[in-house]
C-alpha cells in the first residue's frame, strides 16, 4: 500500500512540482502515472524512490512513512522497491547476468540463491540465450528486459518504471509491457510514469492524470487523456 | 560481512588503484615521502639520543690549567681536586701528551701540527676527573671553578645539552615536514578517490537505487586507501632502511675502528627495523584510510 497525503514539492529554484497531491495505491495495483512533461508524475516517482523528499506531506508505504526513514534506513527501504528507467542504466562492462547478479550480491544474498534466482529471472523476462551478452551487444529492448530482470530478481514488492518504454519502437515497447503486466499477475504493484498514450490506452489499467503538479484525473481501467 | 564481499571488495579496491595508475603513484609518493621524511627524523633522533646517553654515562670533567702553572702549583691542584667527593680517579695529561694525542687523532694530517711543539706548544696542561656518578658533577664543577689556578672547566654534560637541543629541533622541525607531507598526501588521495567516485557515478548511483549501504559502498575505497598505504610504507621503509645500511657500511669512521670515537656508533639497524617498520605501516595505512573516508563521504554523498 502506498499512499500520498497532502504531498507537495517544490524545488530549490522555486519550481512548484507538486501541489498538495493525495493517491493511494493498494498491493498488486497496477497505475499509470500520466501527463505531459512537468506536469509532475517523475516528481511523483522520485519520491516514491526516495530520491527526494517532499516539501511537505507524508508518504506512507507499505505502513511506514517514507518521509521519516533514517538515512541508514534508505538502502533497506529500497530494497523492495524496483526501479526501471528510460535510459536502462544497465552496467557497460558486466555481462546481462552479472548485471543482475550484482543486485544480489549488493543485498549479500548467498551464491546458491544467486545461482539459481538469476537463470530464473532471465528466462521470465525472455533473455535466458543473452545471459552473456554485455548491453551494447543487445537492442533497446533486450537492455530494457535485462533491468526489468535486475529489478525484479530480490523480489520487491514495489515495481517503479519511469518512462521504460520511452526510447523503444512501439512493438518493443508491447514486449516490454507484456512483461510489466507478468510482473504485476505475481503479486508486484507495478507504477508506471508515461506518456504513451497508446500503451495506456491498450492496457486498460487505473490511470492517474497531473497537470501542473496536481492530480486532475483518477480513473479505474483508463485511458490517455489529451492534453487540451 | 562476508568474506566473500570482502574479497570482492579488495579484488575492487585494487583494481581502481590500476585504473587510475597516475593518481595512485601520486599517492603512494606523496604518503612514501612523508613516511621517508619521519624515518630520517626517528633514525637521527635515536642515534643523537643514543650518542648523548654514551656521553652521560661517561662522566667525566676536563680541568684546562693557566699555563703559567709550574710543577709544584700543578701538584697542588691534583692533591685537591683528588680529595673532592666522588672523583675515584685524576689523570694528568701535560700539554706534550696533549698535542701528540691530537696529532693522532689527525693521523695522516698529523703533520699540520709539526712545529707546535716544545715552547710554541699552544695547548694547556689538563685534568680528567672521573666522576662516580652524575649527580656529583654540580658540586664538584662549583669547587673546581673556586680554584684559581683553573682556567676552564669542560664537562660533558654541555655537550649532552646541545644534542639534546638538536634532537628537539630536530623532532619539532621534522614533526612540521611530516604533518605538512601528510596534508598533501591527504589532498592527493582525495583527488584520487573523486576521479575513481566521478568515472563511476553511473555505477554507485545504481547502486543505490538497488538498495546497497553506505558502508557497501565505500569498502571498496577504503581498502584502495589501505593499499595504498602499504604501498607507501613498503617502498618508505626500503628507501630509509636501504639508506642506513649504505651509511653504516661506507661510514669507517662513524662505525667505531676508533675507540676514541665510539660512543658515536650508530645504532646497528635492527635496533630499529621493527619498531619503524611497525609505524610506517600504521601511518601510512592510517594515512590511506583516513583520506578515503573523508573523500568518500564528501564525494559519494552517501
Known amino acids: 500500500m502506498i499512499q500520498f497525503k497532502n504531498v507537495s514539492k517544490v524545488y530549490a529554484n522555486g519550481t512548484k512540482a507538486l501541489s498538495n497531491i493525495n493517491l493511494s495505491i493498494t498491493n498488486g495495483e497496477f497505475v499509470f502515472l500520466v501527463g505531459a512533461s512537468g506536469a509532475g508524475k517523475t516528481t511523483a516517482v522520485k519520491l516514491i524512490t526516495k530520491e527526494i523528499e517532499p516539501s511537505q506531506g507524508e508518504i506512507i508505504v507499505n505502513g511506514k512513512d517514507i518521509t521519516k526513514l533514517k538515512k541508514k534506513e534508505i538502502p533497506y527501504y529500497r530494497r523492495n522497491i524496483g526501479v526501471v528507467f528510460q535510459d536502462f542504466r544497465l552496467l557497460p562492462d558486466k555481462t546481462v547476468y552479472e548485471n543482475v547478479a550484482f543486485a544480489m550480491e549488493i543485498v549479500e544474498a548467498r551464491d546458491r540463491d544467486i545461482r539459481r534466482q538469476v537463470p530464473n529471472v532471465l528466462g521470465m523476462v525472455g533473455l535466458a540465450s543473452k545471459a552473456d551478452s554485455y548491453p551494447h551487444q543487445l537492442s533497446g529492448g533486450e537492455q530494457q528486459r535485462a533491468a526489468l530482470a535486475r529489478a525484479i530478481v530480490n523480489n520487491p514488492s514495489v515495481l517503479v518504471a519511469d518512462e521504460p518504454t520511452g526510447n523503444l519502437d512501439p512493438e518493443t515497447a508491447m514486449d516490454i509491457m507484456r512483461i510489466i503486466n507478468m510482473i504485476n499477475h505475481r503479486g508486484t504493484t507495478v507504477i508506471m510514469a508515461t506518456h504513451a498514450s497508446e500503451i495506456v490506452n491498450a492496457m486498460k489499467k487505473r490511470v492517474v492524470t497531473f497537470k501542473r503538479g496536481v492530480i486532475i484525473r483518477d480513473q479505474e481501467k483508463g485511458g490517455y487523456m489529451d492534453e487540451d | 560481512m562476508k568474506i566473500r564481499t570482502f574479497r570482492k571488495f579488495f579484488k575492487e579496491g585494487v583494481k581502481n588503484i590500476f585504473r587510475n595508475r597516475v593518481m595512485s603513484f601520486a599517492s603512494i609518493a606523496a604518503i612514501m615521502s612523508a613516511l621517508f621524511i619521519l624515518g630520517v627524523v626517528l633514525i637521527l633522533a635515536l642515534n ?14 676536563t680541568i684546562f690549567l693557566d699555563k703559567s702553572l709550574g710543577i709544584a ?12 667527593d666522588g672523583v675515584y680517579e685524576v689523570v694528568y695529561i701535560s700539554k706534550e701528551e696533549g698535542l701528540a694525542e691530537w696529532k ?62 638538536i634532537v628537539r629541533t630536530a623532532r619539532i622541525v621534522g614533526l612540521v615536514i ?48 589501505f593499499t595504498l598505504g602499504v604501498f607507501a610504507a613498503i617502498l618508505a621503509g626500503a628507501l630509509v632502511f636501504g639508506g642506513y645500511k649504505f651509511i653504516l657500511n661506507k661510514g669507517g669512521l662513524l662505525s667505531g675502528d676508533n675507540s676514541f670515537l665510539s660512543v658515536f656508533k650508530l645504532l646497528p639497524m635492527e635496533m630499529m627495523l621493527y619498531d619503524i617498520g611497525l609505524i610506517f605501516l600504521l601511518v601510512g595505512c592510517g594515512v590511506g584510510v583516513l583520506a578515503s573516508i573523508l573523500s568518500t563521504k564528501k564525494h559519494l554523498n552517501v
Open chain 2, 73 to 84: 702549583q700543578t701538584r697542588a691542584v691534583i692533591n685537591q681536586v683528588e680529595n673532592f
Open chain 2, 104 to 165: 693522532q687523532d689527525l693521523g695522516e694530517k698529523g703533520s699540520l701540527l709539526e712545529g707546535y711543539e716544545g715552547r710554541s706548544n699552544p695547548l694547556p696542561d689538563k685534568l680528567i676527573l672521573k666522576i662516580e656518578k652524575p649527580e656529583y658533577v654540580e658540586g664538584i664543577i662549583t669547587k673546581v671553578r673556586a680554584i684559581p689556578e683553573v682556567d676552564k672547566v669542560n664537562y660533558s654534560r654541555e655537550v649532552v645539552d646541545t644534542i639534546s637541543k
Open chain 2, 178 to 225: 611530516v604533518i605538512l607531507l601528510i596534508a598533501v598526501a591527504m589532498i592527493i588521495i582525495n583527488n584520487t578517490i573523486k576521479i575513481t567516485v566521478y568515472s563511476r557515478r553511473r555505477e554507485i548511483n545504481i547502486m543505490k537505487y538497488i538498495g546497497a549501504t553506505d558502508s557497501y559502498i565505500r569498502w571498496p575505497y577504503i581498502i584502495e586507501g
Open chain 2, 48 to 61: 643523537l639520543e643514543h650518542i648523548a646517553g654514551g656521553i652521560e654515562s661517561k662522566v667525566e670533567i
